[in-house]
């Protein structure tokens, strides 16, 4: 059960479909919703950045203009959400990066929501955005990560789901996170791609044990086995497309990253291409 659900306050363009996401999740479970946003300045960069190891590189009313930009954005977090009708929520500044920022609320939450490009709107006296969220946040952190498509139509998230199931610990995560969602979809489609090449994995009928788990988790599955000799990220994003699912539910970096970004990987096509909100988990 989602209680304490953290979103991503940037100012992006794509802050308003996350948040409405986030928003329709709190509402549905009765959660308290955290707005976080973060300066940028790390303690270091505050350190470089005023002259304590030298020379004053920024002015102090920069530095305050960088906290009322920051203090805006969290301002207009809370006129949204009252409006989206959320009982229960609070906003957090957070003298750091936006990475440190979501990892240190994500302990005491249950769920993160952050956008699927994830970069950071420009902020007055930092040059660098934040890029590869949802990854660093799915990868460091301990808590599961909604990833909001940018142009989302807020379409609600207990519609069809697909959840891809190849054996691994992360899926099982992912999917253990994502029971509250999928004990309310209308259907579940448990995906596996290519199930022959990890048959020691699935053993002689492939889904059949995590289908059964799921159904006395009161959740309406079936199993779908896909063949290809494309991408199983592909495969996956086809099979939700077709489903019109509302939600896709994958483990996130099964394999070391460094061979994710060599060869590819089904956590970089989904967090690449998927226009359905994609629950990841590592």
Do not use: C
């Amino acid at each position: 059960m989602y209680k304490t659900i953290v979103v991503h306050v940037d100012g992006s363009p794509e802050q308003e479909t996350r948040l409405r996401a986030a928003a329709r999740l709190a509402d549905e479970y009765g959660a308290h919703l955290v707005g976080s946003a973060a300066t940028g300045i790390s303690w270091l960069d505050y350190a470089l950045l005023t002259g304590s190891m030298g020379a004053p590189m920024m002015p102090e009313s920069d530095f305050n203009g960088v906290r009322e930009a920051v203090q805006l954005r969290l301002q207009q977090f809370a006129t949204a959400v009252q409006r989206l009708g959320v009982a229960s929520f609070e906003t957090r500044m957070i003298e750091d990066d936006a990475r440190y920022a979501l990892l240190l609320e994500s302990r005491y939450a249950d769920l993160v929501v952050v956008s699927r490009t994830a970069e950071s709107a420009p902020v007055p006296g930092l040059l660098t955005p934040v890029r590869g969220l949802p990854e660093y946040i799915a990868l460091h952190g301990a808590r599961p990560v909604l990833v909001v498509p940018p142009g989302w139509p807020d379409l609600p998230l207990g519609g069809p789901a697909v959840v891809g199931w190849d054996g691994s610990v992360q899926a099982i995560r992912a999917i253990a996170a994502a029971l509250p969602l999928l004990r309310q979809a209308q259907t579940v489609k448990l995906t596996l791609v290519n199930p022959e090449s990890m048959a020691d994995l699935h053993g002689e009928e492939p889904g059949a044990d995590m289908a059964l788990h799921l159904a006395r988790h009161g959740v309406k599955v079936e199993v779908v086995l896909e063949h290809t000799r494309g991408s199983p990220g592909d495969a996956l994003l086809a099979v939700a497309r077709g489903a019109g699912a509302g939600l896709l539910v994958a483990g996130a970096f099964g394999h070391s990253r460094y061979r994710e970004f060599v060869l590819g990987g089904v956590t970089r096509a989904l967090l690449a291409h998927s226009t359905t909100p994609l629950l990841i988990a590592h």
